[in-house]
């Protein structure tokens, strides 16, 4: 199951990474998405995925799931909720104000 | 008596949420936000002064027992630098109302202010990887709001970069933490440390350590990973510029600093000689950059950059001498960061322009500001009686003992180009006949000199006062090649 999961974790984050190298702004914002999709699952399955309860403790149940990495993914789940959000306004303002989503028209000239 | 070592992280919170609050009240916002700095750097040094007497203050939060639970450390060395950065902060929040305009300080400059020292505080006190990541996200977060603040064209292009090269290195980071998860177990470091010294760091750990190394290299400008820098941190505000240059870069350095001291030190010849050739290229490229532009803003952003690797440089040499160099490398580089990137703002301010073509003869009208400038270029090149001078002494005679004379000369020539690159500021700038492109009236300068003056203070202390603060920097350096003391005060065991 382990290796299952590694695999689709390692194709997220294979096109997430194709999508961040993209002119288009918000390719790469949906790219940064996928990445992190891929970073979550992947400590899900670094943890083991062993068969067990829920991490709710229950009277006459001795096997549970870890659950340190789920506390970690909802954690990393909020953060990368804020910054995407604030990355797609971002985005949004950037586009809205320099008339352009292609990140080569966006390149800085040197005195200006 | 151990709360004691959150409050640095909390006091700064508490007065970013208070201060949003009463953002439409800009006086009264000022002066409590420089209240809150002073009095707040004043309880650092205490503790400060504290962790240098009685040793360092560990607090287990909720009471649960270390590995367990999340834990503050308060030791010497994250002690230094909070104070540092809270020195940092006092002279930007007094440079603040003469820089920003009215509109910028309302649109919650101050709260931002206040959560980004949160976050440097958090990340310098934290003893648990996880939690870094955290206050990592939490600096970062206050620094997306800070960059974009002001809202220019300009502005929004350059923070779509940082924001977008921040998040995936976080992403990294999660991930490289998902890795050592499955390897050891904790994220509790000293926990992690003991367990990679059970294993004597086996291959895979060291492949984990390089991969933390690019994460923090990412967030530290190190070569290759530093195309990302010069044009973000001269975009906005001088004063963000300058919080920027002082503390951001220097947070990655820091993780370095501590995960190649506490956790990866079984297997220096391949992660401490692959430092030492990447501060020699990290040194190079930084001063070829500087030397290649007019920009004045551009050219001390680009000085970021060999400084971050003389720091490494003395990681990477790994012996008591070069740690003690990087430390005080690192607090000395700070402190002139922020006040050259404050120079350069004032001096970008009265010149109208930050093009050094079109200046000239400013010494006329602004001669402090010309000599402060003067005094932090050799400052920041190591001119001996100035603090730059005593941590790039040490590194060399870390290098020199090492035997690894080429980066020893790298250094040298380095020094000699940051200087170079400094000094035409001033020659072309300061020099010379009065330019007519300069407004015909002078600006008054003085609420400008007196923040950037407080931080010049402290270099020079730092220079000529070596004697007394050489032996706890040694002491540190002492304490940081010893990892197993860190492990213990932690682990009681």
């Known amino acids: 199951m382990e290796i299952i999961m590694s695999v689709l974790a390692g194709i997220l984050f294979a096109t997430g990474i194709y999508n961040i190298l993209q002119k288009q702004m918000l390719r790469i914002i949906i790219g940064t998405a996928l990445v992190s999709h891929g970073a979550h699952l992947f400590i899900l399955t670094m943890a083991g995925l062993k068969r067990g309860a829920p991490p709710i403790l229950t009277e006459g149940i ?51 | 008596m151990s709360n004691l070592a959150i409050l640095p992280i909390l006091i700064p919170f508490i007065a970013g949420i208070l201060l949003a609050f009463l953002n439409k009240h800009i006086p009264l916002v000022r002066s409590l936000a420089k209240i809150i700095t002073v009095a707040q750097l004043l309880f650092v040094s205490w503790l400060c002064y504290l962790v240098y007497q009685s040793g360092s203050i560990i607090l287990e939060t909720g009471a649960w027992k270390a590995p367990y639970g999340i834990i503050i450390v308060a030791d010497s060395l994250a002690m230094t630098l909070v104070l540092t950065t809270n020195i940092v902060a006092v002279a930007c929040v007094f440079f603040a109302p003469v820089s920003l305009t009215e509109k910028q300080e309302r649109f919650y400059f101050y709260p931002f202010f206040f959560l980004l020292i949160t976050g440097v505080s958090g990340a310098f006190l934290t003893g648990d990887l996880f939690n870094l990541f955290v206050f990592f996200e939490v600096l970062l977060m206050a620094s997306y709001g800070l960059i974009v603040l002001g809202n220019g064209k300009v502005q929004l292009r350059e923070s779509l970069k940082y924001v977008l090269i921040n998040v995936f290195s976080s992403m990294l980071f999660v991930t490289t933490i998902a890795f050592l998860y499955a390897i050891v177990g904790t994220v509790n470091m000293a926990q992690i440390a003991q367990r990679v010294q059970e294993v004597d760091q086996a291959g895979i750990l060291t492949v984990i350590g390089i991969l933390f190394f690019f994460v923090f290299a990412t967030k530290a400008a190190i070569f290759p990973l530093y195309y990302w820098l010069p044009n973000p941190y001269i975009v906005p505000n001088p004063v963000v510029s300058a919080l920027f240059g002082a503390l951001l870069t220097k947070v990655g350095i820091y993780a370095i600093l501590r995960t190649f001291t506490l956790i990866f030190v079984h297997d220096p010849n391949l992660t401490h000689t692959l430092f030492i050739y990447l501060a020699a290229l990290t040194m190079i490229f930084g001063v070829i950059g500087a030397l290649s532009t007019h920009n004045i803003k551009l050219i001390v952003a680009y000085n970021i950059i060999p400084a971050v690797g003389f720091m490494l ?86 290098g020199v003992a090492q035997e690894e004379l080429l980066i020893v000369i790298t250094g040298l020539i380095t020094s000699l180009l940051i200087l170079f690159s400094m000094i035409r500021i001033f020659v072309k700038g300061f020099w010379g006949e009065k330019s007519d492109v300069l407004p015909t009236k002078p600006v008054k300068t003085a609420p400008f000199t007196w923040p950037i003056a407080f931080l010049l203070t402290f270099s020079v202390l730092l220079g000529l006062g070596a004697e007394w603060v050489y032996p706890s920097v040694q002491s540190m350096a002492e304490y940081l090649m010893n990892p197993d003391l860190y492990i213990e005060s932690i682990l009681k065991e």
Do not use: C
Request: hydrophobic share 50%; aromatic share 10%; glycine share 12%.
């Open chain 1, 62 to 112: 001795e096997d549970y799931a870890d659950p340190l990495p789920q506390a970690l993914i909802l954690t990393s789940i909020v953060i990368s909720f804020g910054v995407t959000s604030l990355l797609l306004v971002l985005a949004y303002r950037a586009s809205r104000i320099t008339g352009t989503d292609n990140m080569e028209e966006l390149r800085g000239n040197e005195h200006e």
């Open chain 2, 313 to 398: 440089m003395g990681i990477g040499l790994f012996t008591e001498t070069s740690i003690s160099g990087t430390l005080y490398y690192l607090v000395h580089d700070m402190i002139i960061k922020g006040s050259l990137f404050l120079i350069v703002g004032a001096i970008a301010y009265v010149a109208g322009t930050s093009d050094l073509r079109k200046m000239g003869g400013l010494i006329h009208h602004y001669p402090v500001l010309g000599w402060m400038l003067f005094i932090a270029s050799l400052v920041l090149a190591g001119i001996p009686p100035f603090s730059g001078f005593i941590g790039k002494l040490l590194l060399l005679q870390g």
